[in-house]
């Protein structure tokens, strides 16, 4: 792999794991976590509107003699997916942390997904480095911010720290890995379409169903620190949407 796409994949992973730290190396009250948590919401919910929706109305535009609305069926699988998954099957077995199973699997689904198919779009720009490294640092504050969202929904399900690093160390090399793969495909003159559309598609329902129908209600399901609560999911949104300025 390219020299740069090497520093990349390292910086990538390394954000990564730099914002699970303050979810996760410290015990949080039940109040303050769910400010912890009203910050995650907004980034989920700047990543869905601001990033994964946008794409997949391009790829609709792009791509129609590939894919056509398959990305949309996708979204809607994912989302279906995830509700079938907690209302169906987990309502039968598990009593109390069901919900919450879901809602970090979904985190831990979407996330990781989205950032493979990041990967593979940077690994396009191999042979560019001037237009690599400026894209880079703007994805890299995204993903340490969707790894503070993922420790955080882990910490509000009573994840074992062991699980939960392992869980976030699986996400951390979630792009190295597209930036690996993607690079290789090139390498070897690959032409086949690319199935990145579809991932992006299941990522954007997972992230629609995880915000809308589980964070911001376990966010305000009391009447305490409502205007902290606001103020978090405001600024998890606003940092999402510089960034997201910044990258395109």
Not at 125 to 138: G, M
Not at 190 to 202: D, K, N, Q, R
Not at 225 to 247: D, E, K, P
């Amino acid at each position: 792999m390219d020299f740069s796409l090497l520093h990349a994949s390292l910086l990538l992973a390394g954000v990564a794991l730099l914002g699970a730290l303050l979810p996760l190396l410290r015990s949080w009250s039940d109040r303050n976590l769910h400010v912890l948590l009203s910050l995650a919401a907004g980034v989920f919910l700047g990543a869905l509107f601001l990033e994964l929706l946008p794409e997949l109305s391009a790829s609709l535009g792009e791509g129609t003699e590939s894919f056509g609305r398959l990305p949309w069926a996708a979204a809607l699988v994912g989302m279906l997916l995830l509700f079938f998954l907690e209302h169906i099957w987990l309502r039968t077995r598990v009593a109390d942390k069901g919900g919450h199973l879901v809602v970090w699997l979904g985190t831990l689904f979407g996330l990781t997904t989205h950032a493979f198919v990041v990967g593979l779009g940077l690994s396009t720009l191999a042979e560019r480095p001037d237009a690599l490294k400026p894209l880079i640092l703007a994805i890299a504050i995204h993903k340490t911010a969707e790894g503070f969202s993922l420790a955080t929904v882990m910490r509000l399900a009573d994840l074992p720290l062991r699980r939960a690093w392992a869980f976030i160390g699986i996400f951390s090399i979630a792009s190295p890995a597209g930036l690996f793969v993607g690079s290789h495909l090139q390498g070897i003159g690959s032409h086949t379409v690319s199935w990145a559309p579809l991932l992006e598609g299941l990522a954007a329902g997972t992230f629609l169903y995880v915000a809308v129908y589980n964070l911001l209600p376990e966010v305000f399901h009391g009447r305490e620190q409502r205007g902290a609560r606001v103020t978090g999911l405001l600024a998890g949104l606003g940092v999402f949407a510089l960034t997201t300025l910044w990258t395109h």
